[in-house]
């Protein structure tokens, strides 16, 4: 047909082809002959857009409806990955694009690779958020993602001398092919000065915000496509510039220099990623970051909804808001400020309307690491909101106090201000009062977080807690990331499963029981060990052997994780060895990947033990290459998306009531690794649904650690009664690892034998036990072939469509699309 030869939108080689030199010529003023693979990866990527815009007017549509909610998802961080590989999976031009691609005598890996990618989260956070996206985008819910657009996002991780070495992250560099740039969607953000009692013109006493500084938010759209679907979700990241009326003022005075330096101070508060998954107090930018976004974002749904013809006083029947943790929680006051300062509506009505919009994600139990912030710094920056927050603390206490009259430690446990001390603003008290939904990201997160930091909440308003389990994009995670695997499901069970994966990825179970298959299985994998260890020698310079176990640790480098614990294993097999050279060991190969905060010295400083401990190990001869180690330098999506698919072991290994979900856990599961771990987060919904006998499971459950931190919890008895963890902490504390600085890990091993705040030396053996068992496992292949199919067959709820479902009815209360 005409249109598949459409050089503009037209899927066939030869449209493909004819619109990469289009944008060449016309979008990259080059002649073939001197472009450079960056010019020829823009191309693309612009052909590739093109393709979009179709779909992107479907969306417009669907956004002028106003029988259509809309999902407003706010996040400070979105973890995109490359767009390129995504765009022609979800687009369904991949292998026309390559054959394309090759008759200009190129290749398209080239391509693929010359993507900086835009890594504007930290962790689990920002890509859960991604995937969400994709996830709306594929079920046709008009969603808009609102954060960020940070110029420098996470830093790159570099490792020197087993150390880490942050490097910026300049991703815009060489431009960005994917966004649109929306000037005219600017808004004007406010911030510090005073308020101010007036008169409006029909006489009514008011309150006015006179800030002292005023900065501009200027959108760039980016379509994220659905997969082979005539629709697209937009992600909106603003970016902060000054405003020229303030630079005007400035040239009249003639004060030149001032007016660079506001243009210097506005832009600052989009320049960075904060590189920490755990909030510090009282970083002022950080509030800046926060509250400029959510004001961009909620003047910007206020625009569509009056677009759409609508008064205010329906909003919340144009947009459902989702709260992606705290970060973006000073929403619901400035939602207040917008409807009464600025739209002149009753308290009353506004806070009917506030509730019934946002609601409220929860991503961690852990008390240190909720938001607050001190009430001086809050009132300097934000003086209005401060007021705000005020009267809603107020009028919500009024209620607590009905609801259980005389309990005041009831009332000032909940109140959104922190009395006690250095008094301060509880973020996730704001984001719970006015949440008309609270949810946890696990089952068990968030059973503990209604019995433990949000369990007030829970007493007065039961029913706003509801689960919503994370979940992962089958298109990235499999068809992208693991075309082999895709493959191969492909030729046993078609392509349903791609996008209805809950009920057809179970097909495949009854195929464990076949010879033939799992062979093929096993070549898939084997394949895919291959490559990454093509990957790990170009890297860092490791052979490492595709035969033996791929054990894989992925994730950010925190304490409660415990890479630490997974160390100490390879050091006891290590001591095993030692002792016996000539012992019959599961060779494997252990892989690490991970950054660490740039403050958290601890971090760091087991980034530097995984190495040391790496460089001793892979070098000594006794070993014989039966135990590698290799820490993946900078693990980001795009290494994800090479790391999962050649992973056999997963290690999800946190201290019970620490993770509250994971998502890496079930992206290697997909990927067919069994997983050791622990019952928490997803992990027991994971063991649950793979099969307990399909799952290794080890160590303390979250009762038991709290029984035992009840009981007195002694680390050193637990070193001094176990022979072979006294070994491998002596081996460590000898300088055995760091003969060029033998103390080097005094503070990591004191730390685990006196305080030992995640409970390493308590889960220790039945972790060696847990691992034993998996190395006897692994020598029998059928066996372990047939478990890794059944892992696979058995995550259908783990898609992310099952979890934005389940926000679709649970809490946004929408049903078209879906
Ligand atoms: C306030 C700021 C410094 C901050 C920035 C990022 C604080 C926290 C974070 C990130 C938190 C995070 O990534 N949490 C993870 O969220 C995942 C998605 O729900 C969970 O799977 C994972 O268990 C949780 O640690």
Redo the contacts with the bound molecule.
Sequence with gaps: PATENDARSGNSVAAIRKSILDHIHFSQARLPVMATCNDWYVALAYTVRDRMFGHWMNVVQAIADPQRKIVGYLS??FLMGPHLGNALINLGIHDNTRAAVAQLGLNLDDLLAQEEEPGLG???????AACYMDSLATLGVPALGYGIRYEFGIFSQEIRDGRQVEKTDKWLRLGNPWEIHRPELSCTVNFGGRTEWFHDERGRLRIRWIPNRVIKGVPYDTPIPAFRKDFIGILRLWKSEAVESFDFQAFNVGDYYKAVDEKVVSETVSKVL?P?????IGKTL?LAQQYFFVSCALQDMIRVHLIRGKALDTFHESFAVQLN?T?PAIAVAELMRLLVDEHDMDWCEAWTITRNVFSY?N??LLSE?L?KWPLPFFGHLLPRHLEIIYEINHRFLEEVRRHAPGDDGLASRLSIIDEGGQKSIRMAHLASVAGHRING?AELHTKLLSRTVLRDFHAIYPDRFVNVT?GVTPRRWMVLSNPKLAGLLESAIGDRWICRFEEEIEKIAPLADDPAFRNHWREVKRGNKADLAGLIHERTGNTVDPDTLFDVQVK?IHEYKRQHLNVLHIVTLYNRIRRNPNLDITPRTFIFGGKAAPGYAMAKLIIKLINDVGAVVNRDPDVAGRLKVVFFPNFNVKNGQMIYPAAELSEQISTAGK?????GNMKFSMNGALTIGTLD??NVEIREAVGPENFFLFGLTVDQVNDLWGRGYNPRRYYEENAQLREAVDLLYSGHFSPDHQARFVPLLDTLLNHDPYMLLADYQAYIDCQDQIAAAYRDQEHWTRISILNVARMGRFSSDRSIREYCKDIWRIRQGV
């Excluded at 930290?122 to 859960?128: I, V």
């Excluded at 993770?659 to 998502?663: K, L, M």
Aim: charged share 30%.
């Design positions: 400070a961080e930290n962790g689990g956070l920002g890509r859960l904060y920490n998954d755990e909030p510090e950080r943790d970060h994600t991503h961690t690491a938001e990201v994370n950010r993770e509250a979900s994971g998502t987060g997803a």
